[in-house]
């Protein structure tokens, strides 16, 4: 093996022991793919970039469902005050307050939703399959009061 593909594979291997020693594959993704916003990466960071399957495999199994319980408590809070901004917004329909209040509704919802799919991200298919029965439904309702809302927007 060359110096260069030494290297390479080095920076690798330290990149995916610091991942899974921070239990995050995003961290993993972000600093092997060049991908980082407001960051130029080196030819040589993204010449280590893992391959997609490679990627895909490490993050499969990263936590279980217990594991992600923390996760799931603050995304139940999260919808608890996007279901509140859509209210509050809704109330504000008609008002010139309603701009303001539709764009933070939005802007909750979105973070709900993003944190909804990155732990579905990070848990194995059994478990996906256990959080997407006991919390699928309150996403589509939380996206489809957004869409209501977005009609008075209108």
């Given amino acids: 093996m060359n110096l260069a593909r030494q290297t390479q594979a080095?920076?690798?291997?330290?990149?995916?022991?610091?991942?899974?020693?921070?239990?995050?594959c995003r961290a993993l993704h972000f600093a092997?793919?060049?991908?980082?916003?407001?960051?130029?990466?080196s030819a040589i960071a993204r010449s280590a970039a893992p391959s997609s399957s490679l990627?895909?495999?490490?993050?499969?199994?990263?936590v279980t469902l217990?594991?992600?319980?923390g996760q799931i408590d603050q995304l139940n809070d999260?919808?608890?005050?996007?279901?509140?901004?859509i209210e509050y917004a809704q109330e504000?329909?008609?008002?010139?307050?309603?701009?303001?209040?539709?764009?933070?509704a939005r802007d909750s919802v979105?973070?709900?939703?993003?944190?909804?799919?990155?732990?579905?991200?990070?848990?194995?298919e059994s478990d996906k399959g256990k959080l997407q029965r006991s919390m699928?439904?309150?996403?589509e309702q939380l996206k489809a009061e957004l869409g209501q809302l977005d009609t008075l927007h209108t």
């Fill in 136 to 139: 699928g439904m309150k996403m």
């Fill in 10 to 24: 080095s920076k690798l291997c330290s990149l995916v022991e610091f991942a899974f020693t921070n239990n995050s």
């Fill in 55 to 62: 990627y895909q495999f490490l993050r499969r199994s990263v």
């Fill in 110 to 124: 979105g973070v709900v939703t993003t944190m909804y799919q990155q732990i579905l991200a990070d848990l194995s």
């Fill in 66 to 69: 217990e594991q992600a319980q």
């Fill in 78 to 85: 999260k919808f608890v005050e996007a279901r509140d901004e």
């Fill in 92 to 104: 504000d329909a008609e008002t010139t307050y309603f701009n303001e209040s539709h764009k933070l």
């Fill in 32 to 41: 092997t793919s060049g991908s980082v916003p407001g960051r130029q990466t």
